[in-house]
């Protein structure tokens, strides 16, 4: 069994406020994210109703459910890509009603995709400073005339930069173009990307999509490496179970838009209802 494996079967999930549970190590903190009664129509159609959702301010989570089930319309929600027809989004305990996609960022909310955003033509490190702008402390007029503090904080950002990309061992690829990296490089590139913005949640929408077993596995250790180092909250969505089970702590299906069963690895392979909306119903007789 891998250190992760271990790590994440040791961990003990405990009843908190609202129907929910997070791992004992968070139950006295306040949790990253709290969504209570989450809904949005399109059209009188109910693309997501009443989802409610607390994670710990450590947890990986995951966020899982046939095609179509509407799992990456709750990641737009809570990036207010949408804004809820109804319901409340709650990040660090404060309400994100009325905010833009920029001012949630800025309460500490990133994100990957389904489809990876890269800038293709920059290099490497110039995608991770794109995620360190919100960092950036000097002013126009210093960076304009190429004052020392705009030297100061440019030696600072690559650093930064660099010592992001030595997390996935990407530091020897700084000034490759990101386009022309493998698949599985451009994934963890764009997870380093989100990191650099220091966030406090992390969503993952499928990243493990297009890789092979061996790129799967040590994704799942990155994550685990992430949480640990960053001391963040991470929500994946993925399909492939092996990655689920093996980091997630607490998991959410999700069916049909609306929440079907929550709880830990072991009670959601085993939970009929689950078994159900992936394989469908058997047949009698």
Same mark, same amino acid.
């Given at each position: ?27 006295? &903190? ?10 949005? @129509? ?55 009603? %009325? ?43 210093? %960076?304009?005339? &190429? ?8 030696? &600072? ?19 490759? &173009? ?27 929408? @499928? ?9 799967? @596995? ?31 702590? %607490? ?15 072991? @009670? ?18």
């Amino acid at each position: 069994m891998s250190e992760v494996k271990k790590r994440h079967s040791d961990t003990r999930m405990v009843p908190y406020p609202s129907q929910a549970i997070v791992p004992e190590r968070d139950l006295n &903190r306040q949790p990253v994210l709290e969504t209570r009664h989450l809904g949005i @129509e399109f059209g009188g159609l109910k693309a997501v109703d009443d989802f409610n959702m607390i994670i710990g301010r450590t947890e990986i989570a995951g966020l899982i459910g046939p095609n179509g089930a509407g799992k990456t319309t709750v990641f737009n929600l809570l990036t207010k890509v949408y804004e809820p027809t109804t319901g409340t989004v709650l990040i660090n305990g404060r309400d994100t009603k %009325g905010l833009s996609i920029v001012q949630t960022a800025h309460l500490g909310v990133a994100r990957t995709f389904q489809n990876i955003r890269l800038f293709s033509q920059m290099s490497v490190e110039e995608n991770v400073r794109i995620g360190l702008h919100n960092q950036i402390k000097y002013s126009m007029l210093s %960076g304009v005339l &190429r004052l020392p503090s705009y030297w100061k904080q440019e030696r &600072r950002q690559h650093e930064e930069a660099m010592e992001l990309l030595s997390i996935f061992d990407m530091q020897d690829l700084a000034d490759v &173009r990101a386009g022309s990296l493998p698949y599985g490089a451009q994934r963890r590139l764009e997870i380093l990307r989100a990191l650099a913005t220091n966030p406090s949640l992390l969503l993952l929408d @499928e990243p493990a999509a297009g890789m092979n077993p061996h790129e799967t @596995e040590e994704l799942m250790e990155n994550i685990a490496k992430i949480r640990d180092r960053f001391q963040i909250a991470i929500l994946l969505i993925e399909h492939d179970m092996s990655l689920v089970m093996g980091v997630c702590e %607490g998991i959410c299906v999700l069916n049909f838009g609306r929440i079907i069963a929550k709880g830990t690895a072991d @009670e959601i392979q085993r939970n009929p209802v689950v078994i159900e909306a992936y394989l469908g119903k058997r047949k009698e007789g």
